[in-house]
Nanobody, 122 residues
């Protein structure tokens, strides 16, 4: 069982930055692929970024160059640094984990946090 707890959401103006954090409870944290997803109002949960235990990353096109996923295996933490935020980035952001290769599909992640709200004002 993996427990995930997100933090760091909030309200920010367009062009601003936020850093989301996710704490994971698992001794085998370094083996996990960790992902960030988001659910915008009225939309389905969607992939944002993922990172393997060895550091490989993948991003959805709309956040490339603005968002950076990173992890600290010693602290069992994963982060999402979000820069140059846009109103369309407004969503509930979720941390997710799986054993295996990175995936963009919600159904392939078995562990989820409770979500943290990010609101970007124009």
């Amino acid at each position: 069982q993996v427990e995930l707890v997100e933090s760091g959401g909030g309200l920010v103006q367009a062009g601003g930055s936020l850093r989301l954090s996710c704490a994971a409870s698992k001794d085998t944290f370094s083996r996990l692929t960790l992902g960030w997803f988001r659910r915008a109002p009225g939309r389905e949960r969607a992939f944002v970024a993922a990172m393997t235990g060895s550091g490989g990353t993948t991003y959805t096109d709309s956040v490339k160059g603005r968002f950076t996923i990173s992890r600290d295996n010693a602290k069992n933490m994963v982060y999402l640094q979000m820069n140059n935020l846009r109103p369309e980035d407004t969503a509930v952001y979720y941390c997710a984990a799986r054993f295996g290769a990175p995936s963009r599909f919600v159904t392939e992640y078995g562990y989820w946090g409770q979500g943290t709200q990010v609101t970007v004002s124009s």
